[in-house]
């Protein structure tokens, strides 16, 4: 069984409408990510959380909003997707054992979303 | 704001050869620089973590190489298999006081019969 599991996998909606995308772990991390991927650009952040009650804006999280529901529970949510939302997005965990600058992500299979 | 710059964009290669893809990295102090494989439509995955005091690092056909000075490093792939067939994401942390990655573009690798 995956690690890192994300739902749904892909999904297409329309301009307005208000979308979750889900994301659970059995690795037992503290720590927990949401990027986005678009063509012929890196990954980037968008909402990251370090315990249930720790939650931080990355790099891009204007027209998004994150719930961390647990431990192993973290949704992403576009309350009205616009058509530049369309990518790829990941789910991604890490450990809170280890120092911060080194632990390795783990990332989830992604979702890929279109706005029409 | 930090910058990871890979090349090249895209490769192909025959089986069986060998390959090195580039990465310069921005990020000053330095404190790591990881490698990711990312295979089409599934999550990048971990290839190796570098720390300043190591200038090579293997993990199997892949090894990594780091010069902290000309802030360069280079994923060469030994023997090729079509499996390798994936891009490559070269990873610098955000710097001093934050978490944040930042992601290089990658480089698309083509490995073919």
């Known amino acids: 069984d995956a690690d890192v599991t994300q739902t749904p996998r892909n999904r297409i909606t329309k301009t307005g409408k208000r979308i979750m995308l889900e994301c659970s772990q059995t690795k037992g991390h503290d720590r927990m990510y949401w990027y986005r991927q678009d063509p012929g650009l890196g990954l980037r952040l968008i909402y990251y959380s370090f315990d249930v009650k720790d939650i931080n804006k990355g790099e891009i999280s204007d027209g998004y909003s994150v719930s961390r529901q647990a431990q192993a529970k973290f949704s992403l949510s576009l309350e009205s997707a616009i058509p530049n939302q369309t990518a790829l997005y990941f789910c991604a965990t890490s450990d809170s054992q280890l120092a911060d600058s080194t632990d390795t992500q783990y990332f989830g299979p992604g979702t890929r979303l279109t706005v029409l | 704001k930090n910058q990871v710059e890979q090349s090249p964009q895209s490769l192909i290669i025959l089986e069986g050869k060998n390959c090195t893809l580039q990465?310069?990295?921005?990020?000053?102090?330095?404190?790591?620089l990881r490698w990711y494989k990312q295979d089409t439509g599934r999550g990048p995955v971990s290839l190796t973590i570098?720390?300043?005091?190591?200038n090579t690092k293997s993990n199997g056909r892949y090894t990594a190489t780091l010069d902290a000075d000309t802030k360069q490093s280079s994923l060469h792939i030994t023997a090729s298999q079509l499996s390798d067939s994936a891009s490559y994401i070269c990873?610098?942390?955000?710097?001093?006081?934050?978490?944040?990655?930042?992601f290089g573009k990658g480089t698309k690798l083509s490995v073919i019969p």
């Open positions: 570098m720390t300043f005091s190591e």
């Open positions: 990873v610098e942390p955000g710097g001093a006081g934050s978490y944040q990655l930042t």
């Open positions: 990465c310069n990295y921005t990020v000053s102090p330095f404190s790591n």
